[in-house]
């Protein structure tokens, strides 16, 4: 009876979908403010329904409902119920309806919380979305729907692959998914504003932080994904360059260019049409990524859907809306006059440079993750475009970034001199300095670790200086330390963000560089030495787990001057998988991880065993999450949630917000 | 990430290369690492033969390291797994024929951009720097014109 009703909500939802689609657009083309009204509670119904609905299905699963193919497909009754409630967007038709949920989230916060914006451009921007939301309902309800009843259900179901019974995999993909949707809000406020022909600095102040938000899910979403492959793997790999990573890194390249680009909107009416263009792509990216993940035309294994009729109707979405507003954006773009004008020597020329190796990355690695199958219908050549081609082309592009990046956090807005980026003058030699050291210290390895490791000196030293710098030249230290407290959170936003992104590029280029590995068959009671480390096997038992059996090995890691380390890395057999899998063992460090991984027993008593030593392995992830704490600064700057909360934001700054009190960016 | 897991499952769970396959030359064994890191496991998709625990990866390992003991160069090794298993095998597509297109790719979009970049600041820099005054005069034009009708 419940999924009865949460079908049925599915199917109103998509009703009210299609109103919404419509009334307000008429009423905002022919100047009606109640038709234009309508589209909040509009907007509020069409999330309650689908809540109603997803509620429904999760009802479904944690009930153990096997009169539901998904639930027979996707659950078991012994499984526990974290993993139940997970299972619910393990699959193909449950995430596409978190998918959904999440997209009415957000028109709905828009309705809710969006009362600053002008009528006519919140009707528009509300109607476009629920086009978005309409198109995916049709998706779900017509290829995909969850709601299939069998007609004699089994008494259990076919459970749920061992390896995704993981925490830190359960909340990857809402993560991933609200980074997605989130960049729809930024799409139907370019459509909005294209179909108005106005852009103006209050426009960029209202799209910014739901660009803002989606990318710090992104940026969650992603490391998360990245860390579990790390940990869970069994040898220490944090990306692959799989087209499935891809999908989701193109859409966060592209929500990092406009989330810069916005700033230039906001602050200087200037790179208007292109903001538009990039919000487009970023969601268009969005669905190209979606597309390559549920169509499976590319390394079909990756996708739990090779359904062809899904994948041509994502494609036809794709068409559709990419195609349809593309054309929209040549025929309205040249009404959007710039009105900043700026120096070449400028903030705003920084953050064009910045646009234009984001982009560019972004798209070649779209190039790249879609050329196999270019060269396989045009060429007819069959190939691969594997990490070796990702790894030379793309960190050309993040070496770029990383250079230019303090440089044009530092330069003034409109004009600026040389002389502003004089106080990075420390911050370069340091990063010099450590380039040469690291170069010095560890000779014959890759150029590009220390190359890598000065640039993120660079970035983390560069963002110090530009904060010491805004706290004002000339005043005693004791007060500038105090008016370093006092500054914006956007500031400190910026600052943090990029920190976080030389950490993490530190991370990368230690661990790739610099890991020591170690391979060998190893007897019970003798030590060897991996890097500074003492290792012994101490002996393997059996141990039997809740559903499977493994062979835990003990194993004694002693460090120079400091207590032995025991780490139990296992091989575990899941009878009802009949796989066996590997649970690496990790010592965590702050300037290392250890990484021990079993491997198989050999004949005369010994086991294979796998050491690495992977140095500042934490630190990318933490950059990660340390990016995404400066975008949570910079969100919860009091600008936007004036922007965001109430219509105080025109009244304050009647200019469009780029008067003197609003922090530089 | 998830589907990633979904799909690739089991096989991948453990790092693939055994003590007994190791040459005694670290040198040696460091260049057959580094080879084997840029050949596709052909079996087990998107995963390079050094990391793939599959049959078919240990051969093409072994494959490997017996070229190198006989002399080979990387390129030579690279060619004659190539030769055998097909183009697909190297995760490192050869620049030559139509994958030229994909190698410059990235430069031709590069300098595109730079170049679309460039005229764009340009442009800004000489444009009229009062934009605001030579619309208001506009207006007041507009007001002008309405106040007579």
Known sequence: ?665 | MLVLIMALGLPMAAAAVHPDEVLDDPALEARARDISKGLRCLVCRNESIDESTAELARDLRLLVRERLMAGDSDAQVRAFVADRFGEYVLLNPPARGSTLILWLAAPALLLFGVGLAVAYVRRQARAPAPAEAALSTQDKARLQKIMKG
């Open chain 1, 1 to 665: 009876m419940i999924t009865e009703f949460g079908h049925f909500a599915l199917v109103l939802a998509f009703m009210v979908a299609l109103f919404q689609m419509i009334v307000p657009m008429l009423g905002a083309v022919w100047h009606r403010p109640g038709w234009m009204a309508v589209a909040k509670p509009a907007a509020t119904a069409q999330f309650a329904l689908t809540a109603c609905s997803f509620g429904a299905l999760t009802h479904a699963f944690v009930t153990s409902d096997f009169s539901l193919r998904l639930v027979v497909n996707n659950s078991h009754t012994l499984k526990p119920i974290l993993y139940k409630i997970t299972g619910v967007w393990g699959n193909h038709e449950g995430s596409l309806l978190l998918w959904v949920l999440v997209l009415t989230l957000f028109g709905a916060m828009a309705a809710w919380f969006g009362t600053g914006v002008p009528p006519a451009l919140r009707a528009r921007v509300l109607a476009v979305h629920a086009s978005v939301a309409a198109a995916f309902f049709a998706f779900i309800l017509f290829t995909s729907n969850p709601f299939l009843r069998l007609a004699v259900p089994p008494f259990n179901g076919q459970g749920l692959n061992p390896l995704l019974q993981d925490p830190g995999l359960a909340v990857h993909p809402p993560f991933l998914y609200v980074g997605y949707v989130g960049l729809s809000m930024a799409f139907s406020f370019a459509v909005a504003a294209l179909l108005q022909g106005r852009v103006d600095a209050a426009w960029g102040r209202w799209v910014r932080p739901w660009t803002l938000a989606a990318w710090i899910f992104l940026t969650i979403g992603i490391g998360l994904g990245s860390w579990w492959a790390y940990y869970e793997l069994g040898w220490g790999g944090f990306w692959f360059w799989d087209p499935v990573e891809n999908a989701s890194f193109m859409p966060w390249l592209l929500a990092t260019a406009l989330l810069h680009s916005a700033i230039v909107v906001e602050k200087r009416e200037a790179l208007k049409s292109w903001t538009i263009l990039l919000a487009i792509l970023a969601f268009g990216f969005s669905l190209v990524g979606t597309f390559i993940v549920r169509s499976g035309v590319l390394t079909s294994v990756h996708a739990f859907a090779s359904d062809p009729a899904r994948g041509l109707y994502i494609l036809g979405i794709l068409i559709l809306f990419v195609g349809g507003v593309l054309l929209l954006f040549a025929l309205r773009a040249g009404a959007m006059e710039a009105k900043g004008v700026f120096a070449p020597v400028s903030r705003e020329s920084a953050l064009v440079v910045n646009n234009l190796l984001l982009a560019v990355s972004a798209l070649v690695v779209f190039i790249g993750t879609i050329w196999p199958l270019i060269a396989e219908m045009i060429f007819d050549r069959t190939l691969s475009v594997g990490p070796p081609f990702f790894n030379t082309t793309f960190i050309p592009f993040v070496i770029g970034l990383a250079l230019v990046l303090p440089l044009g956090a530092m330069l003034p807005w409109k004009r600026g001199h040389i002389r502003a980026l004089r106080p990075l003058l420390g911050a370069g030699v340091l990063a010099v300095a450590a380039t040469l050291l690291t170069w010095a210290v560890f000779t014959g390895h890759s150029a590009l670790g220390p190359i890598a490791i000065g640039l993120a000196v660079w970035l983390v030293a560069g963002a110090a200086v530009d904060l010491w710098a805004r706290t004002g030249r000339g005043a005693p230290a004791r007060r500038r330390l105090g008016r370093l407290a006092r500054l914006p959170r956007a500031d400190w936003g910026k600052a943090v963000a990029h920190v976080g992104f030389g950490l993490t590029m530190f991370g990368i280029a230690a661990l790739t560089t610099y890991e020591t590995q170690d391979i060998r068959i190893a007897r019970p009671g003798e030590p060897y030495q991996v890097g500074a480390y003492n290792i012994t096997l101490l002996g393997v038992g059996q141990v039997q787990g809740p559903n499977y059996t493994s062979a835990m090995a003990t194993i004694q890691v002693t460090d120079q001057g400091r207590g032995p380390e025991v780490l139990r890395p296992e091989r575990r057999v899941y009878p009802v998988a009949g796989m066996p899998t590997t649970e690496a063992a990790i010592d965590n460090g702050f300037t290392r991880d250890i990484y021990i991984v079993l491997g198989d027993p050999q004949d005369d008593g010994g086991w294979v065993v796998r050491t690495y030593i992977k140095p500042f392995a934490n630190w990318i992830w933490g950059g990660a999450l340390i990016m995404a704490l400066g975008g949570g600064l910079s969100l919860s700057d009091r600008r936007y949630r004036v922007a965001a909360g109430a219509a105080g934001a025109r009244r304050r700054a009647p200019n469009g917000g780029v008067n003197g009190g609003v922090p530089a960016e």
